[in-house]
C-alpha cells in the first residue's frame, strides 16, 4: 500500500522544479521516521503523512485542493488505505504548513507534530538555503537585493499571496522563525542545529556583500 502511495506521488511532484519534488519528500519522509522511533509514533500514519504532505500544496496546485484535500484523498482512495487512517492522515494534513501556523492551527496528534517538524526542519540547514534559493529563482527574484527589507509581522494573507521579494527576506520572514514553532523534543533538537546554519550563512553573505546593515538587521532579530 504504501508503495502505491508513493507511486502516485511521485506523478504527481516528480518532476516538480520548486523545491516541493520527491527529493523533498523523501528527506521529510526519512527525517519523520527518525522521530517516530524517537518519539514511539505509527510510523505507517507518519509515513502516509510525510508521503501526502505536498500534494495538495496551495502554492503548486491551487486554494481549493488545500482546502479540500483533493489529491490525497484521491491517492489513499486508490490505494485503499483504511478509511479511519485516512481521517488521521487528512487532520493532519490540514494542520500542516507554515501557513497553517500563521493562522493559529497545528497538528494535535504526535504523528502530525513529527511530520509538521521533519517538513520545517527542511526548510532550514543547507537544504533549507537551497531550496529557498530554488524557488525564489523559479519566481524570478533575487537571492539578496540590499535595499529591499524584509516584511515584519508577516499575515498569512501576505505570506499566500506573494512570493518574497528576495531568498533572504524569505528567510527572515518564514525560515528564522520555524525553530520556535517545533511540537516534539526531536523536533526541537534537529532544528536547533540547523537554525544555527541559517544563521552563520547569513552573517557570512552580509560580511561578503559588505552590508554591515544587514548584519545590525540580523543582531537585532535574533535579538
Known amino acids: 500500500m504504501i508503495d502505491n502511495v508513493k507511486k502516485e506521488v511521485i506523478n504527481l511532484l516528480g518532476k516538480d ?10 528527506r521529510v519522509l526519512d527525517l519523520s521516521l527518525k522521530f517516530a522511533e524517537k518519539e514511539k509514533a505509527s510510523k505507517e500514519v ?20 488545500a482546502e479540500k484535500l483533493i489529491n490525497a484523498r484521491k491517492i489513499m482512495n486508490n490505494c485503499n488505505v483504511d478509511k479511519n487512517i485516512q ?6 494534513l490540514n494542520n500542516i504548513g507554515y501557513s497553517k ?4 492551527r497545528c497538528p494535535t496528534t504526535l504523528e502530525g507534530k513529527i511530520v509538521s517538524d ?9 537544504n533549507g538555503i537551497l531550496r529557498v534559493y530554488t524557488y525564489n529563482t523559479k519566481n524570478k527574484k533575487p537571492f539578496f537585493d540590499r535595499n529591499i527589507f524584509p516584511i515584519e509581522n508577516m499575515s498569512a494573507e501576505k ?13 527572515f520572514e518564514k525560515i528564522l522563525k520555524l525553530k520556535d514553532l517545533m511540537l516534539t523534543d526531536s523536533g526541537k533538537e534537529e532544528a536547533k542545529n540547523r537554525h544555527q546554519i541559517v544563521v552563520d ?5 552580509f560580511a561578503e556583500e559588505n552590508a554591515p546593515e544587514w548584519t545590525e538587521y540580523l543582531n537585532n532579530y535574533l535579538k
Do not use: P, W
Not at 120 to 125: E, P, R, S
Not at 159 to 170: F, L, N, R
Open 17 to 26: 522544479d520548486s523545491g516541493h519534488g520527491m527529493n523533498h519528500i523523501n
Open 46 to 65: 507518519v509515513t502516509l503523512i510525510a508521503l501526502l504532505h505536498d500534494v495538495d500544496d496551495h502554492k503548486l496546485f491551487g486554494m481549493e485542493n
Open 87 to 92: 481521517e488521521q492522515v487528512c487532520n493532519a
Open 101 to 104: 501556523r500563521l493562522k493559529g
Open 118 to 126: 521533519a517538513d520545517m526542519c527542511d526548510a532550514l540547514g543547507a
Open 159 to 171: 505570506y499566500t499571496g506573494k512570493c518574497a521579494d528576495s531568498s533572504v527576506c524569505h528567510i
Open 201 to 205: 550563512f547569513l552573517y557570512h553573505l
